[in-house]
């Protein structure tokens, strides 16, 4: 399956149609007030298209993790928001799929919106319940999906309905899928990708599957004790995984006869304890003391590692270098950030906590492309088919 041949709004005609639009409204919330919209606005364009073209449109989103009904978790505060940002009135049904999303949607003119309770209200949300999809379908007569963060689940109101009614991407997914599935299926080379975080469990799949695309592979961040340790060097009391180890030799291994290079730290910034304030100091790779435990990349390794990027023609980065959110261990995620920031390549930064460090340390407007959705870039760049793209319609 190509990600690059789905239909997107722009395919279909949605004058006069009832368009349900599956966002991604699922914002923070602090005694019912919303403390960052950012999820808001990055849903508008598409909105603002199917308002501008005549649609008629119906918003949905979960939010937080429901048992049924919660008012904690209504999607009202939304509504609000969305009606102030769009400059008309967004009409708020009082249920998911009852009388009242029922009659709002049957009573909607062309150009007019309206939002629907959290989809998770409905138990079946989360067990694709044919039942519940067929009446999502039952509002609407096209369905646009526009939630990457949430494509890599199989949900009533990601996938199901899109077996009932015509399914495409709105602008948000089309921007991930063309990034992501651009970069996967037809890199601009050499092709790099830089992976951190904590664990090599969670990124198993991802560094198999990058390992058949990449030309570099550069490994930070606790993850790379795992690699260190398996090559017979002592890390002290750093992260590691031990039951990893051999895992970790295999795709060493594996790197070497496919010609990639793997990029591993050569000298690491340590500390006492695991604490903001720690005592720190910079060792070699292979001596790092006992007692002490890696917490940021050193010097040295930087310097390395912003020289791989240099010339890259695609970045793909997923992780911090270090405990980035820490000021005195995060140097090491800045001068990755940065290299990519200059490096002129096609970079595209995975959710999660690496979006969170670019946007942090303000080199987000520097890069082509920063994920929406953490487990779901993570789920592409591992090779997996996300249920979400797979339901929308080819071209």
Request: overall charge negative.
């Amino acid at each position: 399956m190509s990600l690059l041949n789905k239909k997107t709004v722009e395919d279909i005609d949605v004058r006069g149609k009832r368009v349900l639009v599956r966002c991604d409204f699922n914002v923070p919330l602090l005694n019912g007030q919303i403390t960052s919209e950012k999820r808001i606005v990055a849903s508008l364009p598409t909105i603002r298209y199917l308002i501008d073209n005549g649609a008629r449109v119906i918003l949905c989103s979960h939010l937080g993790r429901p048992k049924g009904f919660d008012p904690d978790v209504s999607l009202a505060p939304v509504g609000e928001r969305l009606s102030d940002l769009l400059g008309i009135d967004v009409k708020m049904a009082s249920d998911v799929v009852g009388e009242s999303a029922q009659k709002l949607s049957s009573e909607l003119k062309d150009g007019e919106v309206m939002l629907v309770e959290n989809v998770r209200f409905e138990s079946g949300e989360t067990k694709n319940d044919p039942e519940l999809s067929k009446k999502f379908a039952a509002l609407a007569d096209v369905f646009v999906n526009d939630a990457f963060g949430s494509a890599h689940r199989a949900h009533c109101s990601t996938t199901g309905v899109a077996d009932y009614i015509p399914a495409v991407c709105g602008y948000l997914i089309q921007k991930e899928i063309e990034f992501m599935g651009g970069a996967l299926e037809n890199p601009r080379r050499p092709m790099v990708a830089i992976l951190g975080g904590a664990k090599v469990s969670d990124k198993i799949g991802v560094i198999t599957n990058l390992l058949d695309k990449v030309d570099t592979l550069i490994v930070g961040g606790g993850m790379a004790y795992t690699f260190l340790a398996a090559r017979g060097h002592n890390v002290g009391d750093s992260i590691c995984e031990h039951d990893k180890k051999a895992l970790a030799l295999d795709m060493l291994k594996a790197a070497e006869e496919k010609n990639v290079k793997f990029l591993l730290p050569v000298d690491e910034k340590v500390g006492l304890e695991y604490s903001p304030h720690t005592v720190a100091k910079v060792v070699p790779y292979d001596g790092i003391p006992d007692g002490w435990m890696g917490l940021d990349i050193g010097p040295e390794t930087m310097k390395i590692f912003a020289k791989a990027i240099e010339g890259a023609g695609t970045v793909i980065w997923n992780g911090p270098m270090g405990v980035s959110e820490w000021e005195n261990f995060a140097h090491g995620t800045i001068a990755v950030a940065k290299a990519v920031a200059e490096s002129g390549a096609v970079t595209i930064i995975g959710g999660g906590d690496s979006a969170a460090a670019v946007q942090k340390l303000g080199f987000a407007d520097k890069m082509s492309h920063i994920s929406t959705g953490g487990g779901a870039s993570l789920e592409l760049l591992e090779g997996k088919v996300l249920p979400g793209i797979a339901a929308l319609n080819e071209r």
